[in-house]
């Protein structure tokens, strides 16, 4: 059974355009809620009033750690077109600690069932892209079975979105992915896609989401920062920080 996860690696601030809370508000949040780490994870440049690329070049700037609590400095990526491209470029993407890439119907319009699969199957060939954001959505329904084998092959996550399940009401939708992922051992990620920070870590709707159909708690990637980081790090291995940390927490 899951019981608590100690990490949240999906949430917007401010310069994200339509989010209310700066990084500080988020990481107070976060340490409130008992959190070992969260991913700063703006919109992409084309979401409208989100940032300029140079945003995410000056991530440098965000330390590590601030107030005890780990801080990834990420995007959440648009997918742009059916093939699976995204607003930003690898050479950028490759520098970045955590990528979510997630179709919003305000940039892509709803499509047929294979037009959204092949734009997820596009997506998860890129190697920078960490992570299938919100699927559970209704607007882009897509074949469950070849996005699971993709993700199975190149070790991407799917996300398990609290509003997918609360504010979009797609709970039918979102079981079917979970079930999937279940069954073809993909790991996924449980994240708060906080807009505000009293949001921030509150993910237990999800938890009790995921015991209800017995998820198993090893694919459970984010539960915390051991578990975390030697995935991550597979995923990295020409970010040396990241491969520090991991074996920071291994030992």
Known sequence: MI?????????HTIASGHAYSTILENVAAAKNMGLE?????????????SVHPIYFHNYTVVPRQIDHIYVFCGVELNVLDYQGNVDLSNNLLSRLDFII????????DSGSIQNHT????GAIQ??????????????FEFELSEVLT??????????VNVKSLEKYSNRPRCEDIVLGCKAYEVPIL?????HFALDVGQLQPSIDFLNSLNFPVELVINRDLKSLLPWLAKRKPWKSDIQDLAKQFSS
């Not at 019981?3 to 949240?8: A, S, V």
């Open 3 to 11: 019981t608590f996860i100690k990490t949240d690696m999906h949430t």
């Open 37 to 49: 780490a969260i991913a700063i994870t703006e919109h992409g440049p084309t979401m409208p009033g």
């Open 101 to 108: 890439a997630s179709m919003h119907g305000n940039i892509l």
């Open 118 to 121: 092949e734009a997820w199957l």
């Open 126 to 139: 890129n190697p920078y892209i960490d992570c299938i954001g919100h699927p559970g959505r209704g607007d």
């Open 150 to 159: 993709a993700c199975k092959r190149n070790n991407v996550a799917i996300e």
């Open 190 to 194: 449980v994240n708060s896609d906080a």
